[in-house]
C-alpha cells in the first residue's frame, strides 16, 4: 500500500517570510496529490491539490510541485501570514483502481511569527 | 455550502462502552471514509466506502470496531467495547468518484470531526 512521508514535522518562519514543507510517496500508482489545512480544534480543509499530468500549480500564494520521477511533491507558501500558522497535510492517491483510498502524512505544524 | 455532518460533535465515555459515531456524507457523494487523529499517529485511515460497499478496513481493529453504511446518507462506526486508548478525533469524509475510473476528481471533503474520551 501507499506510504507519505513529510518533512518536516515542525516549521517555524518570520512573516513575509517563505515555507515549505516536502512529502514523499511510495506507490508510483499514485498521481493525484492534494494538501490540507488544519487550524486548531478544526477539520482539515483542501488549499491546492495536483495531479500527475501537471508539474506545478499555483495559487496566490500557495504552490505545489511535483516530481513524478522522484516520486516527492512540495507545499510553497510565499510571504507568510500569522494566518497561515497551522498544521499542514500532504496525501497521495492513485486514480483509479482499487486502491481509491487517501493516505496522509503525519502533518507539519507551521507557525508564522509576526 | 455543502457539509459533511458528524454526530456526536463531542463525547465522553466510560471504558467498556458502547460508542456510536454518525456520518451523512454531502448529497451526491459516493465514496466515504473513516479517518483517526491522534497526536503520535496523525491522520489514520480506519475504512472507507464506495457505493456503499467497504473496500478496505485494513487500518481499523476487528476486534472491537465496525463500520457500515445502512443507506447512502448514512456511514456508522461503532466501538465495542470502548477503551482509554481509543480516545482521539474520529473523522468523516466524502467525495465523488475517489479513486473510481472516472476522472471527475479525488477531492475528499473532511466532517468537523466527533471528539472521542474514553476513561
Known amino acids: 500500500g501507499e506510504n507519505v512521508e513529510q518533512h518536516p514535522s515542525t516549521l517555524s518562519v518570520q512573516e513575509g517570510d517563505s515555507a515549505v514543507i516536502k512529502c514523499t510517496y511510495s506507490?508510483?500508482?499514485?498521481?493525484?496529490f492534494p494538501w490540507y489545512k488544519q487550524e486548531l480544534g478544526k477539520r482539515p480543509q483542501l488549499i491546492i491539490d495536483i495531479r500527475s499530468n501537471v508539474g506545478e500549480k499555483k495559487d496566490q500564494r500557495i504552490a505545489v510541485t511535483l516530481n513524478k520521477t522522484a516520486k516527492h511533491f512540495s507545499l510553497h507558501i510565499t510571504e507568510t501570514q500569522p494566518e497561515d500558522s497551522a498544521v499542514y497535510f500532504c496525501?497521495?492517491?492513485?486514480?483509479?483502481?482499487?486502491?481509491?483510498?487517501?493516505?496522509f502524512g503525519k502533518g507539519t505544524k507551521l507557525s508564522v511569527k509576526p | 455550502d455543502a457539509r459533511v455532518t458528524q454526530t456526536p460533535r463531542h463525547k465522553v465515555t466510560e471504558m467498556g462502552q458502547e460508542v456510536t459515531m454518525r456520518c451523512q456524507p454531502i448529497l451526491g457523494h459516493n465514496t466515504v471514509f473513516w479517518y483517526r487523529q491522534t497526536m503520535m499517529q496523525g491522520l489514520e485511515l480506519l475504512a472507507y466506502?464506495?457505493?456503499?460497499?467497504?473496500?478496505?478496513d485494513s487500518g481499523m481493529p476487528k476486534d472491537r470496531f465496525s463500520a457500515e453504511m445502512p443507506d447512502a446518507t448514512l456511514a456508522t462506526l461503532k466501538i465495542q467495547p470502548s477503551e482509554p486508548r481509543d480516545s482521539a478525533v474520529y473523522f468523516c469524509a466524502s467525495g465523488r468518484n475517489v479513486g473510481g475510473t472516472s476522472n471527475s476528481g479525488n477531492t475528499i471533503y473532511f466532517g468537523e470531526g466527533s471528539w472521542l474520551t474514553v476513561v
Open positions: 466506502f464506495r457505493n456503499r460497499a467497504p473496500l478496505d
Open positions: 506507490d508510483s500508482a499514485s498521481n493525484y
Open positions: 496525501a497521495a492517491s492513485p486514480l483509479g483502481g482499487s486502491q481509491g483510498n487517501l493516505i
